[in-house]
């Protein structure tokens, strides 16, 4: 199995730009997703392939790729954008193997 | 609407078994890969196993050890997880997920069902 790193928390003021990163050595290789969970709730995809947004997700979510580390974007951040966002990635090749990045705690102050 | 609904979950004896259920509506079951991702009391998310839309393949966490069991039923649109030999650190939120051709994300997610190992 493999790693992916997130950092724990990153706080931003409304209106400003959240950059959320996950780092991970197979990054280069493997594509990336992102989920927001808020608290007593299911995770919902915000992100997935890198930096394709599902319908349904707020043009302020994007994401972006750079060796081994990914970035999730939030512009503009709103107050409902408070919430635990994880990276996650697989190993797709001989079998599948899926890790999650440890979450990141994202405040608005 | 699409839609996963578990259950299953309860309260069990450290050593116990369960059973937990998926059951899938509002999309082709039969046409797409499932998993199932756990999430412990305050922690992150941890995937626990993967089966292929046909049932064929099946991946298991390292950490599992060989004592869950992934399994479906494409005829009742349901998803399944034996969990045998539990342990006090199985304690979690279980959720069903879809996930589209290995490459798009976890799409679906249910709402989840909770697992307490206990005496």
């Known amino acids: 199995s493999y790693d992916l790193t997130q950092p724990p928390s990153v706080s931003v003021s409304p209106g400003q730009t959240a950059r959320i990163t996950c780092s991970g050595d197979?990054?280069?290789?493997?594509?990336v997703h992102w989920y927001q969970q808020k608290p007593g709730q299911a995770p919902v995809l915000v992100i997935y392939?890198?930096?394709k947004r599902p319908s349904g997700i707020p043009e302020r979510f994007s994401g972006s790729s750079s060796g081994t580390t990914v970035t999730l974007t939030i512009s503009g951040v709103q107050a409902e954008d408070e919430a635990d966002y994880y990276c996650q990635s697989a190993d797709n090749s001989a079998t599948y193997y899926v890790v999650f990045g440890g979450g990141t705690k994202l405040t608005v102050l | 609407e699409e839609q996963l609904v578990e259950s299953g979950g309860g309260l069990v004896q450290p050593g116990g078994s369960l059973r937990l259920s998926c059951a899938a509506s509002?999309?082709?079951?039969?046409?797409?890969?499932m998993n199932w991702v756990r999430q412990a009391p305050g922690k992150g998310l941890e995937w626990v196993s993967y089966i292929s839309s046909d049932g064929r393949a099946m991946y298991y966490a390292d950490s599992l050890k060989g004592r869950f069991t992934i399994s479906r039923d494409n005829a009742k649109n349901s998803l399944y997880l034996q969990l045998n030999s539990l342990r006090a650190e199985d304690t979690a939120v279980y959720y069903c997920?879809?996930?589209?051709?290995?490459?798009?994300?976890?799409?679906?997610w249910g709402q989840g069902t909770t697992v307490t190992v206990s005496s």
């Open positions: 197979t990054l280069p290789k493997q594509y």
């Open positions: 509002g999309f082709t079951f039969s046409s797409f890969d």
């Open positions: 392939k890198d930096n």
């Open positions: 997920t879809r996930d589209p051709n290995r490459v798009y994300g976890m799409d679906v």
